[in-house]
């Protein structure tokens, strides 16, 4: 296959909308042109050894924040092997040429120029790639000297303008059977972000280095309804189970949402899950009534909180909504059978320990008290809070408070915060410790009944959890690959002493 689409996903079950994307909207090329995907799990001499065997002319690699590092391994290795094979005695048909390397992705979109992974590759498409893909792909294919001719290129590095998103195909016809019943199924509505948080590239979309806030577009465009509601009746109508929305802010255009929210509705026995990213603060009676409709289980909501600290909210540009979030997590819990998925950031600037363990606990027992009494702790419908580490993503201004608040990152991705004025390493790394925990213990619901004991709804979590978590890895010196009948038992001592007088 003279063209091959690649990347490493996080996982076996997300399959990846951008390859399919670039594929599907390679006009003429696209029958020239194959999907290979890989996990990062997945041996590296496999990866290696698929893309060498296609031998194609172009490789065309999306690099994320996940898979950065392991992309840069694998390009090193597959030139090694490239390289190995013109020096040894075969026949000259038999050896596949080094093709020519392409990245794209949000990860290379607004790395500096200097970047290692960049002398591993012969061009870098930074923004939305599905027109200046095709135009590459053209000019590699029949005429070299064309390349210069691309719109916004400048050497090796092409800034791609976005498209007219009633114009591309979607790409979703790309999913094969397996992909649809068996794996996330990626989609989206819109593409962009009306705000300007510091720490997000949601609305850096034009491509490039680090920017100052002000310079952000913050402009969202929307697929055409009609067409969008026709491409999801078509994967519905070919098996596929559980969607997952891409929309940063699916909730922003509340009419539009409700359409969608309700033909999902009318589907709902077909399919197993659909999963939408909302702002808490736009939750208005119509589209509340909506959400009640969905059966348990069928709905899952990611809402972004992110800090209850106002003055850092202020600081990274980020609006307060620390009440109205809370009512809306109230809501979910008390009025409906949605899954709920609340994300809070620890190291932003200017919050510390205190101030972040203060909102845990409020967005803890806003959760807790809307819970249905009658219950048992088995039977609740799971409530997340994840946890995140601030990580200084390319392209994004959260690096202009520094100096001023004191902040190290790693250097390497995926560039999380080292400390802060606010928080040293000691308390960073015991909350990482925490957030480790609370994902295997708390939002997989490991021992439901051991934990309602420990942390009775309503009473304050954050403090009591961390003095679990700093016992846990004072036990075991780890916080994975931890049998689970052992950290149960773990948890049943802990709770013991707990309860002791």
Known sequence: MEIILSTINAKW???????????????????????????????????????????????????????????????????????????????????????????????????????????????????????????????????????????NSSGKFIDAQPPDLATIDPGYRLYTGED??????????????????????????????????????????????????????????????????????????????????????????????????????????????????????????EIGIQTFNAETAALINRSGESDDALETIAFLRRETGAIVHADLIAGLPGEDLQSFGAGFDRLWMAAAAATQPEQAPAEHLPFEIQLGILKYLPGTPIGRHTETHGMRYAPEPPYEVLETAALDTTRLDKIKNFARFWEIIINRNAFPEITAKIFPPGEPVFDKFMHLADSLLAQFSRNWGIDKKELEGACILFQKGSASP
């Open 13 to 151: 079950i997300h399959p990846s909308l951008a390859l399919r994307l670039l594929k599907a909207n390679l006009g003429e090329y696209e029958t020239r042109a194959e999907i290979l995907e890989f996990a990062l799990r997945q041996p590296l001499t496999e990866k290696i050894n698929a893309i060498y065997e296609a031998a194609p002319k172009i490789l065309g690699l999306s690099v994320s924040i996940w898979n950065h590092l392991n992309t840069l391994e694998l390009l090193v290795q597959l030139e090694a092997k490239w390289k190995n094979s013109t020096n040894e005695n075969s026949a000259p048909q038999s050896i596949p040429p080094a093709p020519v390397v392409v990245l794209g992705g949000p990860e290379v979109s607004h790395l500096p120029e200097s970047a290692e992974i960049f002398r591993h590759a012969d061009f870098i498409i930074r923004g939305e790639g599905e027109n200046a893909f095709r135009e590459l792909c053209s000019a590699v294919l029949n005429d070299r000297k064309s390349i210069k001719k691309i719109p």
């Open 180 to 301: 649809l019943t068996r794996k996330l199924v990626y989609v989206e509505a819109s593409r962009g972000c009306p705000f300007g948080c510091e720490f997000c590239q949601g609305p850096t979309r034009s491509p490039g280095p680090i920017r100052s806030p002000c310079s952000f577009d913050k402009t969202v465009r929307e697929f055409p309804l009609e067409k969008f509601l026709s491409n999801m009746d078509d994967l519905i109508n070919r098996g596929a189970k559980t969607f997952k929305f891409l929309d940063r802010t699916f909730n922003l255009n509340i009419d539009r949402a409700l359409c969608i929210m309700q033909f999902f509705l009318e589907r709902i026995a077909e399919i197993d899950c659909v999963h939408f990213e909302m702002i808490p603060g736009r939750f208005p009676p119509e589209l509340r009534e909506v959400i009640r409709h969905f059966p348990p289980g069928k709905l899952r909501l």
